[in-house]
């Protein structure tokens, strides 16, 4: 569930991004596949393999201390290596979270990702512990993004709830 503008900011400087399920261990995983050396999640975990096994915020903060003393710039100017997104999540509380299997929904999602033409994307996925359905869009404009989400989380209540 990254920002799309973590893709794009990755492109412009030729470091390939690996995709993963939702969570530590899956991100843990690929980075042993491939031997990566950095991984994360949008929610803040950051894994540094040469250290550590699991996300640890102290020494994530000290990683970033360390980049910003060996190449002289400030944290601000680091953070301009990447534009965010604007980026939309709901949860939609659901009797049954298996949206799958309903075609209204996943046409209806089809359709709100054609008005995207690639500026953007969609994420629908049921939560893995609660009778959720996680929806998350993102896009360069962000009334667009919440007139989506909102649409699509009207769909989704529609059907399951």
Do not use: W
Not at 3 to 29: C, Q
Not at 82 to 96: E, G, S
Request: aromatic share 4%.
């Amino acid at each position: 569930m990254s920002n799309l503008g973590l893709d794009l900011a990755m492109k412009d400087l030729n470091i390939k991004v690996h995709k993963t399920k939702v969570g530590d261990r899956f991100v843990l995983e690929e980075m042993q596949k491939i031997q990566s050396i950095v991984g994360g999640e949008q929610s803040g975990h950051i894994i540094l393999s040469e250290y550590s096994t699991t996300g640890d915020g102290l020494l994530t903060a000290c990683f970033l201390l360390k980049i910003i003393q060996e190449c002289g710039n400030s944290l601000k100017d680091l953070s301009f290596v990447m534009n965010k997104l604007p980026q939309i999540l709901m949860n939609i509380k659901v009797r049954n979270k298996n949206f799958e299997t309903i075609p209204e929904i996943k046409e209806e999602i089809r359709l709100s990702e054609e008005k995207l033409f690639g500026r953007g994307r969609i994420l629908v996925r049921p939560s893995g512990t609660e009778n959720i359905v996680r929806l998350m869009a993102e896009g360069p404009d962000e009334k667009e993004i919440r007139m989506i989400v909102n649409y699509l989380a009207k769909v989704i209540s529609a059907h399951l709830c």
